[in-house]
């Protein structure tokens, strides 16, 4: 089945500094992927749809400027938080949508601890 | 995107059957109803979709009301592996996934 490799799994950095997170199709192309974040005992909320060769779209109260999305490639989409703080700590997720009749598949999600 | 109610937790003996139910009274004509599921600290699992006749694969079945307003999501035998947050996801084709809060399943041994 089609599978998504999120890098890194966790990752600590400190106040101001930014960090990028992978997101990538292993068998398959992915047109579209998706921006999950997701705070401890929450739902998953959608930050942008990223498509490849454009520009992202982000959803309402997300800043762009301050979460970078590249989708350059068809198998590949980053996400760069840049400048970050503690408020930033959360758990990333990513989703492609596969195409294939099984609608979409998440990454593993990025669990990122800004101190 | 379509309203979805869901029961905030239900508890299952394991082997046993479960239904989880979900309401989606504004789903479109055109919305396929899409179930995932989230182990802790781990990315959504797509479980199953379907439109508007019943599906079953390997993982489960989903049970779709004549006028589509609710659906059910059976387990046919709860492990302790199937203990998670369900969501209902009502959504167009190739169109994002919305996520409520979700049914948490807790599995009894």
């Known amino acids: 089945g089609a599978v998504v490799s999120q890098h890194p799994s966790r990752v600590i950095c400190k106040s101001g500094t930014s960090v990028k997170i992978e997101c990538r199709s292993l068998d398959f192309q992915a047109t579209t992927m998706f921006w999950y974040r997701q705070f401890p005992k929450q739902s998953l909320m959608l930050m942008a749809t990223?498509?490849?060769?454009?520009?992202?779209?982000?959803e309402q109260g997300v800043e762009k400027d301050k979460f970078l999305i590249n989708h350059a490639s068809l198998t590949l989409s980053t996400l760069t938080v840049t400048s970050a703080h503690p408020e930033d700590s959360s758990f990333y997720i990513c989703?492609?949508?596969?195409?294939?009749?099984?609608?979409?598949?998440f990454g593993s999600g990025t669990r990122l601890t800004v101190v | 995107d379509a309203k979805t109610t869901q029961p905030n937790s239900m508890e299952s003996n394991e082997e046993e059957p479960v239904h989880l139910p979900c309401n989606h009274s504004t789903i479109s004509g055109t919305d396929y109803i899409h179930w995932y599921r989230q182990l802790p600290s781990q990315g959504p699992e797509y479980v199953i979709h379907g439109l508007t006749s019943n599906v079953n694969n390997r993982m489960a079945s989903l049970a779709i009301a004549e006028d589509r307003k609710s659906s059910t999501l059976i387990l046919h035998r709860a492990t302790l592996r199937d203990a998670a947050v369900y969501y209902c996801i009502p959504t167009g084709a190739n169109s994002k996934l919305t996520f409520g809060k979700g049914i948490t399943l807790s599995v009894r041994p």
């Open positions: 989703s492609a949508l596969t195409g294939v009749g099984d609608g979409y598949t």
């Open positions: 990223s498509n490849e060769g454009s520009k992202a779209t982000y």
